[in-house]
């Protein structure tokens, strides 16, 4: 019975949804008030409805209700209760679901905090939003209805996939789509702006904080996944260039395009109809993120259950949001001007070789992620491409990035002299070069993509504090030019140190970490490296919803014995699926990472033991650029006072 | 201005290739074997378990080899189809010789199966632990291979026959074969 509550309230949402996206529309180009009114009571009895549907969806997981054919394929009654909830956007149906929670989170929110809107801006958004929305809803309800009943009930549930019964399931998915979700705000925003013809820098404006926020959960969504496949697939590795992967990278550097062409377009009020291509880009590659995972277009190792029909509604899905808001595209920023009045070393131009740079890493990766399928296409044959491809290109475009992350921000708007740089940035940059060239070559053997890659992390981290001197300096006082600075300012010197800081991570582990397969026998000991392994034999050991063998490790270093670890090998019955369980002793500098193999002849087991140099600066990055993200959306410029909304009251009145 | 229309132009372009795309199945992947000599075995029949069966006895005619189990469901569906091909096959007076290879099976479960639904092969390959199917490159039940009278795989087709696979590939395949 709750379940058809909720099954019922998501449909009345659908409705909503279908009046949110036409009624205020309508009214905003009509100029009828009332009807532009129905777009945020409509936003927000819509979030009550989604969320009531998927409170209903959860009781079912917690309370075992094997009647509904999506618990029942997802969960088992072992299954431990945070797992259970987990478990609703373990599968395809719930996380469409989550989505859409989400999505109309997102909506509430922008229907909320619009007050500095005018009201047409805002119908036309929460219209274009409440579009998204019942495109998702019809998804939901047509192809991938998770309130559905099964009868006759389950006895008990097919359990949830082992992979996902981890901390990372509950936390990835919901970080992740707050991100991709997030940029439908400035999607929403953009088109808009296209259709009501005001392509000026204003909307640039309201959408920022909304960008920032969503890019920044996105970075953290991706640093999550990365760090979850790492210990949890069992093969050390961090990043797969996995299509499903690059269905998350693809919109994080069109999303990061697109903030930084937002600062452009805002301060300057150039790059007015390339912003708004990117705002429908960053949403359009999430959507096609969503149409890769979920339609089977391309294998990949982590895709739901692939479903033609499933494939095909999402595909039209995208066919009408992107191409609706191109041809708009099309047909409106032909009309707007914007010319860019600066000197190559300046600021601006920074900012659109840093646009330049991204767009041709997305493209890289778009290209990478798809040739397959046009060959496919094409009759040409099956082909995959793999990791050389991918770090091939994107190495030196990321290292070029950098560079220009370490010098853009020093310059100024406008126009900037070479010889003043020059002197500004030479005695730094010298030393750091130095510096790392030494230290290398005193560690190890020489090795030019190390000295590049920690040079230009350093560089960046060395321009931070130059700059942040540079502004303080005029000040009486450091406290005080430190306490005037905007919290934009220091968020962008957060997120230029976060990405400082996952170059030194990728370079570093990419560079000096030690690989081993082999096979030990119990109590002898083995020298990688500066550790030392003792393997002391395996046990069996009995959980709640899994059998598992654990093996049990000591790691010396200089004699000092460090940690002991227990890597397992987990049997779960239900599925009747073996998992690898790695034991990982993290540490800031470097980890250690144990997984168990198969047993060889007698006591000897096969074992993989890495040694992973300063891994956690990768992930560690990505949660500084999503705390810069967050900061930089608290910034106080975003927060429009009473007097600037009367002035843009004004405005409009001037204009009507 | 036909400049601000490149990016509609360019998503069109991309959402036609999904389309296509979504009408392959990317786990079709063209088996390495084709062209290329038979992967060696030694496997005991069926029905008869002190009898082993090599390479040598593919050699001289043309060979059907049908991966199938009495555990596969589809291998029902398929069933009829080719006893039927090995009625046609026998009153046209073809050399086609129809292979089974019992795969991952149990012994006394496939020959009650055969039993019930009708025995189509000369002869019956007996694989219960997958080894050889694994140098064949079988990762599905049921498959299909063409090989020629000199031992070379010339088609491989993962999945159920279906009548138009028969009439439209199998054999004409076959026929060209046996010219040759």
């Given at each position: 019975?709750i379940?058809e509550?909720?099954?019922?309230?998501?449909?009345?949402?659908l409705?909503?949804?279908?009046?949110?996206?036409?009624?205020?529309?309508?009214?905003?180009?009509?100029?009828?008030?009332?009807w532009m009114?129905?777009?945020?009571?409509?936003?927000?009895?819509?979030?009550v409805?989604?969320?009531?549907?998927?409170?209903?969806?959860?009781?079912?997981?917690?309370v075992?209700?094997?009647?509904?054919?999506?618990?029942?394929?997802n969960?088992?009654?072992?299954?431990?209760?945070?797992?259970r909830?987990?478990a609703?956007?373990?599968?395809?149906?719930g996380?469409?679901?989550?989505?859409?929670?989400?999505?109309?989170?997102?909506?509430?929110?922008?229907?909320?905090?619009?007050?500095?809107?005018?009201?047409?801006?805002?119908?036309?958004?929460?219209?274009?939003?409440g579009?998204?929305?019942t495109?998702?809803?019809?998804?939901?309800?047509?192809?991938?209805?998770?309130?559905?009943?099964?009868?006759?009930?389950?006895?008990?549930?097919?359990?949830?996939?082992?992979?996902?019964?981890?901390?990372?399931?509950?936390?990835?998915?919901p970080?992740?789509?707050?991100?991709?979700v997030?940029?439908?705000?400035?999607f929403?925003?953009?088109?808009?702006?296209?259709?009501?013809?005001?392509?000026?820098?204003?909307?640039?404006?309201?959408?920022?904080?909304?960008?920032?926020?969503?890019?920044?959960?996105?970075?953290?969504?991706?640093?999550?996944?990365?760090?979850?496949?790492?210990?949890?697939?069992?093969?050390?590795?961090?990043?797969?260039?996995?299509?499903?992967?690059?269905?998350?990278?693809?919109?994080?550097?069109?999303?990061?395009a697109?903030?930084?062409?937002?600062?452009?377009?805002d301060?300057?009020?150039?790059?007015?109809?390339?912003?708004?291509?990117?705002?429908?880009?960053?949403?359009?590659?999430?959507?096609?993120?969503?149409?890769?995972?979920?339609?089977?277009?391309?294998t990949?190792?982590?895709?739901?259950?692939?479903?033609?029909?499933?494939g095909?509604?999402?595909?039209?899905?995208?066919?009408?949001?992107?191409g609706?808001?191109?041809?708009?595209?099309?047909?409106?920023?032909?009309?707007?001007?914007?010319?860019?009045?600066a000197?190559f070393?300046?600021?601006?131009?920074?900012?659109?070789?840093?646009?330049?740079?991204?767009?041709?890493?997305?493209?890289?990766v778009?290209l990478?992620?798809?040739?397959?399928?046009?060959?496919?296409?094409l009759?040409?044959?099956?082909?995959?491409v793999?990791?050389?491809?991918?770090?091939t290109?994107?190495?030196?475009?990321?290292?070029?990035?950098g560079?220009?992350?370490?010098?853009?921000?020093?310059l100024?708007?406008?126009?900037?002299?070479?010889?003043?740089?020059v002197?500004?940035?030479?005695?730094?940059y010298?030393?750091?070069?130095?510096?790392?060239?030494?230290?290398?070559i005193?560690?190890?053997?020489?090795?030019?993509?190390l000295?590049?890659?920690?040079?230009?992390?350093?560089?960046?981290?060395?321009?931070?504090?130059?700059?942040?001197?540079?502004?303080?300096?005029?000040?009486?006082?450091?406290?005080?030019?430190?306490?005037t600075?905007?919290?934009?300012?220091y968020?962008?010197?957060?997120?230029?140190?976060?990405?400082?800081?996952?170059?030194?991570?990728?370079?570093?582990?990419?560079a000096?970490?030690?690989e081993?397969?082999?096979?030990?026998?119990?109590?002898?000991?083995?020298?990688?490296?500066?550790?030392?392994?003792?393997?002391?034999g395996?046990?069996e050991?009995?959980a709640q919803?899994?059998?598992?063998?654990?093996?049990?490790?000591?790691?010396?270093h200089?004699?000092?014995?460090i940690t002991?670890l227990?890597?397992?090998?987990?049997?779960?019955p239900?599925?009747?699926?073996?998992?690898?369980?790695?034991?990982?002793?993290?540490?800031?500098?470097?980890?250690?990472?144990?997984?168990?193999?198969?047993?060889?002849?007698?006591?000897?087991?096969?074992?993989?033991?890495?040694?992973?140099?300063?891994?956690?600066?990768?992930?560690?990055?990505?949660v500084?650029?999503?705390l810069?993200?967050?900061?930089?959306?608290c910034?106080?410029?975003?927060?429009?006072r009473q007097?600037?909304?009367?002035?843009?009251?004004?405005?409009h009145?001037?204009?009507? | 201005?036909?400049?601000?229309?490149?990016?509609?132009?360019?998503?069109?372009?991309?959402?036609?290739?999904f389309?296509?795309?979504?009408?392959?199945?990317?786990?079709?992947?063209?088996?390495?074997?084709?062209d290329?000599?038979?992967?060696?075995?030694?496997?005991p029949?069926?029905?008869?378990?002190?009898?082993?069966?090599?390479?040598?006895?593919?050699?001289?005619?043309?060979?059907?080899?049908?991966?199938?189990?009495?555990?596969?469901?589809?291998?029902?569906?398929?069933?009829?189809?080719?006893?039927?091909?090995?009625?046609?096959?026998?009153?046209?007076?073809?050399?086609l010789?129809?292979?089974?290879?019992?795969?991952?099976?149990?012994?006394?479960?496939?020959?009650?199966?055969?039993?019930?639904?009708g025995?189509?092969?000369?002869?019956?390959?007996?694989?219960?632990?997958?080894?050889?199917g694994?140098?064949?490159?079988?990762?599905?039940?049921?498959?299909?291979?063409?090989?020629?009278?000199?031992?070379i795989?010339?088609?491989?087709?993962?999945?159920?026959?279906t009548?138009?696979?028969?009439?439209?590939e199998?054999l004409?395949?076959?026929?060209?074969?046996?010219?040759?």
């Amino acid at each position: 019975m709750i379940i058809e509550i909720g099954h019922f309230a998501v449909v009345l949402a659908l409705v909503i949804c279908i009046l949110q996206t036409i009624i205020p529309m309508i009214g905003a180009i009509q100029g009828r008030e009332n009807w532009m009114a129905v777009a945020r009571p409509a936003a927000q009895v819509q979030f009550v409805m989604i969320s009531l549907g998927f409170i209903t969806l959860m009781h079912a997981f917690l309370v075992n209700d094997f009647s509904v054919a999506y618990v029942a394929h997802n969960s088992n009654s072992a299954l431990l209760w945070y797992y259970r909830l987990a478990a609703v956007w373990g599968a395809h149906e719930g996380s469409l679901l989550l989505w859409c929670l989400i999505l109309s989170g997102w909506t509430i929110c922008v229907s909320c905090f619009s007050k500095s809107l005018t009201l047409d801006f805002t119908a036309r958004v929460l219209s274009v939003m409440g579009f998204i929305s019942t495109g998702f809803l019809c998804l939901l309800l047509f192809t991938s209805n998770p309130f559905e009943r099964l009868i006759p009930a389950a006895m008990d549930g097919r359990d949830l996939n082992p992979l996902l019964q981890d901390i990372g399931l509950i936390m990835h998915p919901p970080i992740l789509y707050m991100g991709y979700v997030g940029f439908s705000v400035a999607f929403s925003f953009a088109v808009a702006a296209l259709s009501a013809n005001k392509l000026d820098s204003s909307w640039a404006r309201w959408s920022r904080p909304w960008t920032l926020i969503a890019w920044g959960f996105l970075t953290l969504g991706i640093a999550l996944g990365s760090w979850w496949a790492y210990y949890e697939l069992g093969w050390g590795g961090w990043w797969f260039w996995d299509p499903v992967e690059n269905a998350s990278f693809m919109p994080w550097l069109a999303g990061t395009a697109l903030i930084h062409s937002l600062i452009v377009t805002d301060k300057r009020g150039a790059f007015k109809s390339w912003t708004v291509l990117l705002a429908i880009a960053a949403f359009s590659l999430s959507l096609l993120g969503t149409f890769l995972v979920r339609s089977g277009v391309l294998t990949s190792v982590h895709s739901f259950a692939a479903d033609p029909v499933r494939g095909v509604a999402i595909l039209i899905f995208i066919s009408l949001v992107a191409g609706i808001s191109l041809l708009l595209y099309g047909m409106r920023a032909g009309q707007v001007r914007s010319y860019l009045q600066a000197s190559f070393l300046s600021r601006d131009y920074a900012l659109l070789a840093n646009n330049i740079i991204i767009l041709v890493a997305a493209s890289v990766v778009f290209l990478g992620t798809l040739y397959p399928l046009f060959l496919d296409a094409l009759n040409l044959g099956k082909v995959s491409v793999g990791p050389p491809y991918f770090n091939t290109m994107l190495v030196p475009l990321f290292l070029l990035l950098g560079v220009l992350t370490a010098i853009g921000p020093l310059l100024r708007w406008r126009h900037d002299h070479l010889q003043e740089l020059v002197t500004r940035l030479r005695l730094p940059y010298q030393l750091i070069t130095c510096g790392v060239i030494l230290s290398v070559i005193i560690m190890l053997d020489i090795s030019l993509w190390l000295v590049f890659g920690l040079s230009v992390a350093g560089w960046i981290v060395c321009s931070s504090i130059c700059l942040l001197m540079d502004r303080v300096k005029h000040s009486s006082t450091l406290l005080a030019g430190l306490f005037t600075q905007p919290l934009s300012f220091y968020a962008m010197l957060l997120a230029h140190t976060g990405f400082a800081l996952s170059i030194t991570g990728v370079t570093l582990v990419t560079a000096l970490d030690l690989e081993n397969d082999l096979g030990m026998t119990p109590n002898v000991s083995k020298q990688i490296g500066d550790y030392e392994y003792i393997f002391r034999g395996v046990e069996e050991i009995q959980a709640q919803n899994y059998r598992a063998l654990r093996g049990t490790f000591d790691v010396m270093h200089n004699g000092r014995h460090i940690t002991r670890l227990h890597p397992e090998k987990r049997h779960y019955p239900v599925q009747n699926s073996v998992m690898t369980e790695a034991a990982i002793d993290a540490g800031l500098s470097r980890d250690i990472y144990i997984s168990l193999g198969d047993p060889l002849e007698g006591d000897t087991w096969s074992v993989r033991i890495y040694y992973k140099p300063f891994i956690r600066f990768v992930w560690l990055g990505g949660v500084l650029m999503f705390l810069a993200g967050i900061i930089a959306a608290c910034d106080r410029r975003y927060k429009l006072r009473q007097d600037n909304r009367a002035r843009l009251k004004q405005l409009h009145v001037q204009e009507a | 201005m036909i400049r601000v229309y490149v990016p509609l132009a360019a998503f069109i372009i991309i959402v036609i290739f999904f389309a296509a795309g979504l009408t392959r199945d990317p786990k079709i992947i063209p088996s390495p074997l084709i062209d290329k000599p038979a992967p060696a075995f030694v496997l005991p029949e069926l029905f008869q378990q002190e009898k082993l069966f090599s390479n040598n006895s593919l050699s001289g005619k043309v060979t059907l080899i049908n991966v199938w189990a009495s555990w596969c469901g589809t291998c029902v569906k398929e069933h009829s189809l080719l006893l039927d091909l090995v009625q046609d096959v026998e009153a046209a007076g073809s050399g086609l010789q129809v292979i089974g290879l019992n795969y991952k099976d149990d012994r006394a479960a496939a020959i009650k199966w055969l039993e019930r639904l009708g025995n189509p092969y000369t002869t019956i390959l007996f694989d219960p632990d997958g080894s050889c199917g694994l140098d064949w490159g079988v990762y599905g039940v049921p498959e299909t291979f063409v090989i020629d009278q000199y031992g070379i795989v010339r088609y491989k087709l993962t999945g159920p026959l279906t009548q138009a696979i028969i009439s439209g590939e199998i054999l004409p395949l076959v026929q060209r074969l046996q010219e040759s």
